[in-house]
């Protein structure tokens, strides 16, 4: 089985760059534990805990229409409703919850437990 580590997507909206382009279609990658750590240093979300969305979108976008290097400057500028979507879809890929085949010991029945997010 092979773990897919990418996913594309299309904004609802899209963003409109300085020349006027807008640009729908991405790719967001799969976080480590650094991209979910590092925001958490940062000043603007220090003084603002809204701001750490924008900081990790930025990270876990790997491009934006042509654009292959996304910024804080880029996620700050998007539309509501694509910056919601954005969140959702971070959300949805990076699941903690795992589910795990385990067998009883007593009868020997196997069956799959699930274990919630962090913090449940």
Do not use: Q, W
Not at 2 to 25: A, M, Q, S, V
Not at 62 to 68: A, S, V, Y
Request: with cysteine; charged share 30%; glycine share 8%.
């Amino acid at each position: 089985m092979e773990l897919k580590t990418e996913y594309e997507f299309t904004l609802p909206k899209g963003y409109i760059d300085k020349e006027g382009n807008l640009h729908r279609k991405g790719v967001m990658r799969l976080a480590n534990a650094k991209d979910e750590i590092i925001p958490l240093t940062d000043p603007r979300v220090m003084r603002n805990k809204a701001f750490m969305i924008i900081v990790l979108l930025s990270r876990v976008m790997n491009r934006l229409g042509t654009i292959d290097s996304i910024n804080t400057g880029i996620v700050e500028n998007l539309f509501a409703a694509d910056l919601r979507y954005l969140e959702e879809l971070y959300n949805r890929i990076n699941e903690d919850e795992v589910s795990v085949k385990i067998k009883c010991p007593s009868c020997g029945h196997g069956f799959e437990k699930e274990f919630g997010s962090l913090g449940e």
